[in-house]
């Protein structure tokens, strides 16, 4: 069995611990830019936060007494907070996590530990490692649920991984990230995934067109973060160079664009302010 990793499954069991939803508050300097002026803490005990696109609401996961990470939901100051009741038939009762909104505000895309996966993999297969977890796409209620992508079963199965799902700003694509092997070190060879997003009249979601993309010039592990405005581009962490940097990348024209040089850190969970500067 090949011995893999990711960077979130080297403090898994920390997370209940560290994990802090806290908003800052921004003002402006002199000059236009932006400043953080406050932090209010909304709760310790929760991660993988998503603003909802329309409502006062906040999406997050949260481990619950068994020992899994399932999703939550508040408002924006941290009260009204309630787990995602979700009675999907046949849906995981394992991990979920990393929910992220459509932005139309009636579906969600997380991720979840397959069921009948063992009982040791527990700490690999929370939300930020991802080993052995489906995507789904869930109603906001719920109520309904679909698996869109289901790890391959072509390779060592211990080692198959998703990662971070996120939606365009208009809804009609989908990105995540997805370890293909397990046999390059320390964190396995990963793949970048593009799809096309579609929904019947019943609303049951289809993904299509489903791109593969590897940026740069070796094997490395990516972990998937969100849009451009524009739709065009999104950002992603990777070892591309040295250490975990976080770049940009064109779906247009395929570039790369390195944003942070730090090779003595994990920079990682970037994401576009709106107007996306």
Same mark, same amino acid.
């Given at each position: 069995?090949?011995?893999?990793?990711?960077?979130?499954?080297?403090? $898994?069991?920390?997370? !209940?611990?560290? /994990?802090?939803?806290?908003?800052?508050?921004?003002?402006?300097?002199?000059?236009?830019?932006?400043? *953080?002026? &406050?932090?209010?803490?909304?709760? @310790?005990?929760?991660?993988?936060? =998503?603003?909802?696109?329309?409502?006062?609401?906040? =999406?997050?996961?949260?481990?619950?007494? @068994?020992?899994?990470?399932?999703?939550?939901?508040?408002?924006?100051?941290?009260?009204?907070?309630?787990? %995602?009741?979700?009675?999907?038939?046949? /849906?995981?009762?394992?991990?979920?996590?990393?929910?992220?909104?459509?932005?139309?505000?009636?579906?969600?895309?997380?991720?979840?530990?397959?069921?009948?996966?063992?009982?040791?993999?527990?700490?690999?297969? *929370?939300?930020? *490692?991802?080993?052995?977890?489906?995507?789904?796409?869930?109603?906001?209620?719920?109520? &309904?649920?679909?698996?869109?992508? !289901?790890?391959?079963?072509?390779?060592?199965?211990?080692?198959?991984?998703?990662?971070?799902?996120?939606?365009?700003?208009?809804?009609?694509?989908?990105?995540?990230? @997805?370890?293909?092997?397990?046999?390059?070190?320390?964190?396995?060879?990963?793949? +970048?995934?593009?799809?096309?997003?579609?929904?019947?009249?019943?609303?049951?979601?289809? %993904?299509?067109? +489903? &791109?593969?993309?590897?940026?740069?010039?070796?094997?490395? /592990?990516?972990?998937?973060?969100?849009?451009?405005?524009?739709?065009?581009? /999104?950002?992603?962490?990777?070892?591309?160079?040295?250490?975990?940097?976080?770049? =940009?990348?064109?779906?247009?024209?395929?570039?790369?664009?390195?944003?942070?040089?730090?090779?003595? $850190?994990?920079?990682?969970? !970037?994401?576009?302010?709106?107007?996306?500067?």
């Amino acid at each position: 069995m090949n011995k893999v990793n990711s960077p979130g499954s080297l403090v $898994a069991g920390l997370m !209940a611990a560290m /994990f802090t939803v806290a908003v800052p508050a921004l003002g402006q300097t002199t000059d236009g830019q932006d400043k *953080a002026i &406050r932090v209010t803490v909304l709760t @310790e005990d929760g991660g993988h936060l =998503a603003w909802h696109p329309k409502e006062d609401l906040i =999406a997050f996961d949260r481990i619950n007494s @068994e020992g899994y990470f399932r999703p939550w939901l508040m408002q924006s100051d941290g009260s009204k907070q309630r787990p %995602l009741i979700i009675t999907v038939p046949g /849906f995981p009762t394992k991990h979920v996590g990393q929910p992220a909104w459509h932005p139309s505000g009636n579906y969600l895309a997380v991720q979840a530990q397959q069921q009948e996966s063992p009982k040791w993999i527990h700490t690999k297969a *929370a939300p930020g *490692a991802g080993v052995l977890n489906d995507l789904w796409i869930i109603s906001a209620d719920g109520r &309904r649920g679909w698996k869109v992508v !289901a790890l391959s079963s072509k390779i060592n199965k211990h080692s198959a991984a998703l990662l971070h799902p996120h939606f365009s700003p208009d809804g009609k694509r989908l990105i995540w990230s @997805e370890r293909i092997s397990g046999n390059v070190e320390p964190f396995g060879e990963w793949v +970048i995934r593009l799809a096309d997003v579609s929904f019947s009249g019943n609303g049951e979601p289809t %993904l299509s067109n +489903i &791109r593969t993309f590897s940026p740069g010039s070796k094997k490395s /592990f990516y972990e998937t973060h969100n849009f451009h405005p524009d739709g065009r581009r /999104f950002l992603f962490s990777g070892q591309q160079d040295v250490g975990l940097e976080i770049y =940009a990348f064109d779906t247009d024209t395929g570039n790369t664009t390195r944003l942070t040089r730090d090779p003595a $850190a994990w920079d990682e969970h !970037a994401h576009y302010s709106p107007y996306g500067k």
